[in-house]
């Protein structure tokens, strides 16, 4: 696919280990939802706020690698885990705000929430609001 998860695994090694040990295709690995990844680091700069106009993959030199390694116990046993933010991973139901064509005039709107199909209400609508908390909210509970 060509979705957010494919193109943050490529800027996370550790989002693209797990989508190809975790996956149930062999063929096509995608991202199980909902996940909580802990200790993802972002190795590379460029991506785009929306994971979809990306500039070119630059390695970021620094890009903590070891040195913002803690010590996490689970189950009576310490494992070093990158201190960088949880990635967490959730099914869109209403992908596709804007077209190719109006990508420039628009991704600075959805940036600052200010595209209107972000704010729809109508339950019946592709773009519905309450389907992004309801995916949101599956997926963190």
């Not at 993802?40 to 040195?67: C, E, H, V, W, Y």
């Not at 803690?70 to 070093?80: F, R």
């Not at 595209?115 to 995916?135: H, I, W």
């Amino acid at each position: 696919g060509g979705g957010q998860d494919e193109r943050l695994m490529t800027y996370m090694p550790e989002v693209a280990a797990l989508t190809f040990f975790l996956s149930e295709h062999w063929q096509y690995p995608q991202l199980r939802q909902p996940a909580w990844i802990l200790g993802a680091r972002m190795l590379f700069s460029g991506l785009d706020g929306t994971a979809r106009f990306n500039d070119q993959l630059k390695i970021r030199l620094d890009a903590p690698i070891t040195s913002d390694v803690q010590s996490v116990e689970l189950n009576g046993t310490a494992y070093n885990v990158s201190s960088s933010r949880p990635f967490v991973a959730f099914m869109s139901e209403n992908q596709g705000f804007f077209s190719w064509d109006k990508r420039f005039e628009q991704t600075p709107l959805a940036r600052q929430n200010r595209l209107p199909s972000q704010r729809d209400v109508v339950d019946n609508s592709p773009f519905s609001f309450g389907k992004q908390v309801r995916a949101w909210y599956r997926s963190v509970a």
